[in-house]
């Protein structure tokens, strides 16, 4: 079966981990996406936290599956026309790198034009235009300056950054996005066009719903579904909201059985309105279905600890698969806390090739993520990523060199 973006050729000029999750998306959807590295070191994540020695670690395995790696040394001048020939054969060029250094390398957007009108540019940033256009930027700065890390974590302890990679991983994806859009706006057009993804503006889209907060603070002075009400003060911005739920339902993590020894043993309990009188009929509290003070959700709103402290009495007494199992036959919203160790040996996500075993020549089998995006007419396989240089001699003959340009280039330190 053939894939969606078949035939379409990207010019990876990516490193770390937001450039490379995008091309590796892209790749996994059917683009032909070449990776360039400087020869001799490559993308420096190949050996950054290293589980065996001299090994491509899994932090570059696992964000480069099926690509190919061509190494180039693009201040070489025989180098630099190495790469001109590949920005006139391919569609779409990405990019991580600190601000300025394409332009330093003598590839401006001008120059780029030049070569091929039709390109497409794309770009992650830590920032965009303004005071700090000009950092480099890694995940958990992004995370501090888009607003994820003052509204996460607890009101009494410092601001937090997640294990979700929003400001890499998650740019990664918007910049994806950027790309296939400006790819159907030049099947009009024509032409090429600059797509460009700041991290601080992807952590701060994923952040949406806090400047909501802020919006609705200033109005109202309080926000009756935080924890800090009605016994806590609000200050002038969001508060950090620990583990309530960010919309209308309110939430929060409980202990369950065996909480005391497994640092997991916790559900998220989510008390939808619909299914209320349900919750009061599991945990044994029927009389709270009808209470005035409980009966509606503006009502328990001010007694939210309470109602939680109560709800985990019942959860206590059940593991968090036993309370999931009970809860989900009455539909009341709920999920276990599930740590790296259950997600790996999850059987129904090795099924939906959610979690991939891949063969690696140096490392043996490893275990990754693979596609979250299914497409029925495309369906993802995950392959392995390159070696570093693996494939320089099969994209340089592409390119028109014969095999004594291939090794000139090689004894010229161009490639
Ligand atoms: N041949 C020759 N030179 C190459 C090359 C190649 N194949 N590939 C890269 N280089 C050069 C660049 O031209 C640059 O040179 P310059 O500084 O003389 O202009 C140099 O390598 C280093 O690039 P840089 O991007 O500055 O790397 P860094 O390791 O110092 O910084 C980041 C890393 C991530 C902080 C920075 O790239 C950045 O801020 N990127 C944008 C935001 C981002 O994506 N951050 C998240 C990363 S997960």
Request: proline share 6%; aromatic share 8%; glycine share 10%.
């Amino acid at each position: 079966m053939g894939k969606a973006l078949d035939g379409v050729r990207i010019l990876d000029f990516t490193h770390v981990q937001s450039g490379p999750t995008c091309t590796q998306l892209l790749a996994w959807f059917g683009a032909d996406v070449i990776k360039v590295e400087r020869a001799g070191a490559g993308d420096i994540t190949r050996e950054q936290l290293r589980d065996i020695p001299d090994v491509d670690s899994l932090y570059f395995t696992m964000l480069n599956h099926n690509k190919r790696s061509v190494t180039i040394d693009t201040k070489n001048p025989e180098g630099k026309l190495v790469l001109e020939a590949l920005i006139q054969k391919c569609d779409v060029l990405v990019e991580n790198f600190a601000p300025g250094a394409l332009d330093r390398m003598g590839f401006t957007w001008e120059r780029i034009q030049e070569l091929n009108p039709k390109m497409i540019v794309a770009s992650v940033k830590g920032f965009g235009p303004g005071p700090y256009e000009d950092c480099k930027v890694y995940e958990n700065v992004a995370q501090c300056a888009g607003g994820a890390a003052s509204t996460t974590g607890f009101d009494d302890g410092p601001p937090v950054v997640s294990g979700a990679q929003i400001g890499d991983s998650g740019t990664g994806l918007h910049l994806a996005l950027g790309i296939v859009t400006a790819l159907f706006q030049r099947v009009s057009t024509g032409r090429g066009q600059r797509v460009l993804a700041a991290m601080q503006d992807g952590v701060l889209n994923l952040c949406r719903v806090k400047l909501r907060d802020q919006q609705r603070l200033e109005r109202t002075g309080v926000m009756k579904e935080y924890p800090q009400y009605p016994n806590g003060t609000f200050g002038e911005a969001v508060p950090r909201a620990g583990n309530a739920s960010g919309g209308g339902q309110p939430g929060w993590i409980l202990k369950c059985k065996g909480w005391e020894a497994d640092p997991n043993a916790y559900i998220y309990f989510i008390t939808q309105a619909p299914v209320w009188a349900k919750i009061c009929n599991v945990i044994g509290k029927e009389e709270w279905a009808t209470d005035p003070e409980y009966a509606t959700p503006a009502a328990r709103l001010p007694r939210l600890k309470e109602i939680f402290a109560e709800i985990e009495r019942w959860t206590m007494t059940k593991t968090k698969f036993e309370a999931m199992e009970i809860l989900n036959k009455y539909d009341i919203p709920c999920g276990p806390i599930l740590s790296m160790k259950e997600i790996a040996e999850e059987p129904s996500l090795r099924k939906t090739g959610t979690i991939v075993e891949v063969d690696h020549p140096l490392r043996g089998k490893y275990l990754t993520v693979g596609n979250p995006i299914k497409l029925s007419d495309s369906p993802t396989e995950v392959t392995r990523s390159p070696l570093l240089g693996e494939h320089t001699e099969e994209v340089m003959a592409e390119l028109g060199y014969s095999l004594d340009q291939i090794s000139a280039l090689r004894v010229a330190g161009a490639i």
